[in-house]
C-alpha cells in the first residue's frame, strides 16, 4: 500500500462524515423541504470554497471549456443528484436510503471506469468489492427496520438507486478534470453551478420555514452540513479518489451505512445485531483486500493556467 494509507484513510473519514449525516438529514427535513436544505448546505459552502482556493492557490480562474464542462456537472452531480438523495431519504426508509443509495454506485463505478478513464477491473477488486457488498448488505439488513420493498416506498426506492447510477457517472467524470486541475478548484466550481441551478427547486421551501423558531439543532446541522459534509468531505474525497482510482475509491462507501449504524447506538440508543457485525467485519475484510492492490500513479494535476484558452478570472 506504499504510502497511499492517507488517502484511504481519507476515504474512510468522509464515509464516517456522510454515514452520520443520514440522520441529521432526516431530522433536518423536518423542519426543511428537501431541495431547500440541499441548497442551504451547497450555496453556503461556495464561498468557502473560493476564499480557501483564492488562499491555497493564488488564484480562482478556469479555462471556459472547462468551466462548461463544470457547468453541466454541477446540473447533474450536485443540483439533480442532491435533490434525488433529499427526497430519496424523505419517501422511503434509511435502511432502503442507505442500501440503494450506497450499495450500487461502486459496482457501476466500476463497471463503466473503463470508458471513462484508464482503470481496469482486476480480479482483487472483483473479489474485495464482492466480499464488501455482502458486508454492507448484512449491515443494513441486518437492523430492526430491515429492508422494505411495499409501495409506499416505491418513489424513494427509485430514486435512491438512479442516485447510484448518475453519482458513480458523475465521480468518473470529475476524474479527467483533475488531471488537470486541483482537486479544490474542480470541487469549488462545480458546487457553485450546483447550487445555482437549484434556485429555482427552492422557491416553493422558504415560506414554508419558521425562520424565528430555528434553534440550536437546527444551525448546527446546517453547519455540519456546510462545513463538514461539503467543504471538508467534498475536497479530501476527490482528491483521495485520484490518487486511488475511482473504481477503488467509490468501494469505500460502504462505510457509510456502517457509520449511520454505529451513529445510531451512540446518539440514539440503537441496538446492532450480530448480523450487523458480522457484516461489518466481511466489509472490512473486502475493502483492506481492495486497498493492497498497487495502482500506477496517475498524471500530475498541472500548476500553470492553460495559455490558449480563454480563463475566467
Known sequence: MDRKWKYYAGLVAVSVIWGANFGVSR????????????????????????????????????????????????LV???????????????????????LNVAPWPIFAALFAPLFV??????????????AIVGVTFIILGGKEGFD???????GNLLAFGVSVVGALFNLSCMSLMKRYSSLRVSAWFILFGSLFMIPFTLGGWGKVDWSGLGAGHYAAIAYNVIVCTVVAFVVWNASMFKIGAARANFFRYVVPAAAVIAGLLFFDESISGWQIVGAVCM??????????????????????????????
Not at 427535513?29 to 450555496?43: K, N, S, V
Open 27 to 74: 431530522s433536518a427535513m423536518e423542519t426543511f423541504d428537501p431541495a431547500l436544505f440541499a441548497f442551504l448546505r451547497f450555496g453556503l459552502a461556495v464561498p468557502c470554497f473560493f476564499l480557501l482556493l483564492k488562499w491555497k492557490e493564488g488564484s480562482i480562474g478556469l479555462p471556459w471549456k472547462a468551466v462548461l464542462q463544470l457547468a453541466g456537472i454541477g
Open 77 to 99: 452531480g450536485v443540483t439533480g443528484l442532491e435533490i434525488a438523495v433529499m427526497y430519496s431519504i424523505k419517501y422511503t426508509t434509511l435502511a432502503n436510503a442507505s442500501l
Open 118 to 131: 484508464k482503470e481496469s477491473f482486476t480480479r482483487r477488486l472483483a473479489v474485495g468489492g464482492a466480499a
Open 149 to 155: 420493498l411495499s409501495s409506499d416506498h416505491m418513489i
Open 284 to 313: 472490512a475484510a473486502g475493502l483492506v483486500w481492495i486497498s493492497m492492490e498497487k495502482r500506477r500513479e496517475p498524471a500530475p494535476v498541472l500548476t500553470r493556467m492553460e495559455t490558449r484558452e480563454g480563463v475566467v478570472p
